[in-house]
DNA sequence: GGTCGTTCTTAAGATACCTTAAGGCAACCG
DNA sequence: CGGTTGCCTTAAGGTATCTTAAGAACGACC
């Protein structure tokens, strides 16, 4: 976080105290549709997932998140609303989590903070937006193309369906186009 | 703005003369791609759409905007790249905009306006991903079903060709859907 | 009041992607 | 060690949506 902002040292040890550690075994669940988010996550370590279910039966990936991410039901968390979402580990990971209250008053207490957070939404809508325009306009073969390239890493973590549902497509097309592309 | 966010008279005042008032006409451009989006703008009055090109040829609208709706290519603004996108005018239109470095100023003399913005970017992520997954996990006709009931006011304000690039199919096609709902 | 651009519709043929079903292979588990 | 489970592949047939092309409706302008 001080990378993007400066701190005081009594603010950098305000913040850090306010996050709690949380450690997760693979396949363990984080959040469960349902449920209402009360904190805002980070990977410290590890691989998750956040999807959720059409009519109540199929997985569809939201999101992927490795170290130095956020995840999380923005959603739920925001509107303190039931979680429409899932989010799964998928290896072995560690979190570091804020609660909604507490960061409420970090916020008062460090404007920086608040800044930081600020920007964090701003990139994420971007991000999100960008990642929208192209699975709408793109081929799933281009969408994957550029899956791989950009997420090279994630891809050797992650079972191959579960790349072929954050892409939106069935694993039995993936694996066509995988084919075709070789 | 105060409906968000308290402010002291002062501090209302000091944001009223930060935003410039611009008039478009019909069909007039806001922005064209490759320019760089420098202000954050509010629709006081009138109807815009921005969109994208894919391979200089088709479009694709992002998202229409009309009276209390913000617009712009956030991208461009928050990287100060050239814009991907289009924005254009579907009425005539009156906007207030504000400038890049007069907001950064603003967040720093009043910070209810950074939480104000701070919120603002998490609503927008929230329905952005709201309608990425509506999107994603829908046939074109339910996707319309839910924009009819959702956007009514818009419908009637925009041609159907341009709802069809928003719902992301042809104009053929959405023809085709509006004869099989009646 | 006619002409003209703009938008909407219709219909035939094409394509991207899905569904279902089956089999293979590797990893784990008693 | 053999069985079971999880994951990936292959292939046949199906569906949603697109492409192209043409014409109809409607308002705008001379």
């Known amino acids: 976080m001080q990378e993007t902002i400066p701190l005081t040292e009594n603010e950098a040890e ?7 550690e949380v450690a997760l075994k693979k396949k363990e669940m984080l959040l ?26 199929k997985e569809h990936i ?3 998140g490795i170290e130095g ?11 303190q609303t039931p979680a429409r979402q899932f989010i ?8 570091l989590q804020i609660h909604r209250d507490t960061l409420r008053r970090l916020y008062d207490e460090v404007p920086a903070v608040e800044r930081f957070f600020r920007m964090k939404f701003e990139t994420a809508y971007v991000a999100l937006q960008d990642r929208t325009i192209n699975s709408m306009s793109k081929t799933a073969e ?14 050797q973590r992650v079972p191959q369906y579960m790349v072929a549902s954050y892409l939106k497509i069935t694993p039995e097309f993936l694996s066509a186009i995988r084919k075709n592309l070789s």
């Not at 549709?33 to 956040?50: N, Q, V, Y």
């Not at 799964?88 to 979190?95: E, F, K, T, Y």
């Open 14 to 20: 305000l913040v850090k105290r306010s996050f709690k």
């Open 142 to 155: 281009e969408r994957y193309v550029e899956f791989r390239s950009k997420y090279r890493d994630i891809e």
């Open 88 to 95: 799964q580990a998928i290896d072995d990971s560690l979190l």
């Open 69 to 79: 991410w956020w995840i999380n039901d923005l959603y739920s968390y925001l509107t």
């Open 32 to 57: 469960f549709k349902g449920e209402t988010s009360s904190h805002m996550r980070f990977i410290a370590d590890g691989c998750l997932r956040s999807y959720y279910m059409d009519e109540e039966t």
């Open 62 to 64: 939201i999101q992927f």
